[in-house]
């Protein structure tokens, strides 16, 4: 027999169960999403604009519609998200993150309740998850009014401290609250803070209107130490090299820090399946939602994945089996923007029909399936002056046909232009088990 709180949880499953979900809307917003979660700056900053099921991956999108065919939480965690205020946002939030759930489930959340109102708008800050990675700010917007919304606009996010030094981070990254009314703030430190009292300032555009919230709220210092296992273990896919150098696990992700051989002949691009593992096959896998991963090289890599730091299982590895991969040699799109054609790409010759409508340089991919990456990185002209873009853009999948582009600031570059490739549907595969306990 399940519980009132799960009845609660499966009644939203069946909801969402008869909704009409726009594919092709995901697939657009999801893709941008992915591309600026994966960009590595020195400072990161991603905002997520997402509807209820709109998430900044597809890979999120895809797993959050299937858990909710078999949604099912812990007693603990569905007796938690009974009392607080706009719950179902909180299952939408983590339900696909096992380690926010354990942070929940071990009283290692921190409820808040830090209100600031602005006329008929009030922006409470209802918990917060703080370790020595980072914080997570969950917070929701209410109004007593018929203000949708969809209607609300968050445009800056900045956190202080009591005595106003702004908390200096790697990352940033949040959304815009939806029907649910609750989102979530995610702050990734640059260095690990032991400040308590912190000001949470959000700048918003409502109905055309700027309003600002200034919330003061207490965020207190808990004991943790990070587990950390140093393998420096190589494995090899297919003749490419990987060492796992380091996997340092904390309450909010897990941090797997990647090396790849100076002689492999290909360029690894992205690990779709690299999991924690423990001795009963439960497993742990990337985070889909935020940051997914911080590039410190072409060869090295720190990817993140959901977190168990409140598990204590007997044994534990990463096991990861399929990988992205190009050769080297043709890791890029030379490509003249005039002449409308494509001089080199890798083999196979997937890209085709070139395309300049206005600023967007266009082309078409040739998938048998659908691959949801936008796959365009940095441009750069025949001088070797980098091209400003926006990032990249993708239309749906139709006949085994992708329409992809980049949008280019301006047309004043030299031909040929030059597109290092971020992600491409060519992969190696097999068998990679480093144990670290």
Known sequence: MFNPEEEKLIEWKNKYDELDIP????????IEGFQRATQTPEKQLVKRNRK?????????AILFISLLTSIRVSPTFASYLSHVPGMDKLVELIQDDKGLQSAFEHDYAQHIGAIDQQGDLKLTVESVIKDTEGMFIFYSIQTSNDLEMKDIDIRKVKLTTKNGDEIEYDSLSYGNPSEGNMDLIEYY?????????????????ISGEKVTFNVPFTAKNQVVKPVIFQPNETVMIENQKITVKEVTITPLRVAIHLKMDESNTKRLLSFEDIRLVDENGEEWSKISNGITSSNISK??????????YFKEPKSLSIVFNKIQAIDKDHDYVLVDTAQKKIIEQPKGDLLSNVELVGRDLWFTLNTKEEFHFSIFGEATDANGELIEGTGGMM???EGGYHRIGIHLKDRQHVNPIKIDLNFYPSWIEGEARVELK
């Open 52 to 60: 209820t099921w709109i998430w900044s991956s597809v890979a999120a």
């Open 189 to 205: 430190l640059r260095n690990p803070i032991s400040e308590e009292e912190f000001v949470l300032d959000v700048e918003a555009m």
């Open 299 to 308: 060869d090295e890599v720190i990817l993140y994945s959901q977190s168990n």
């Open 23 to 30: 594919m092709d809307k995901i697939d657009q917003a999801l």
């Open 395 to 397: 239309e749906g999948h």
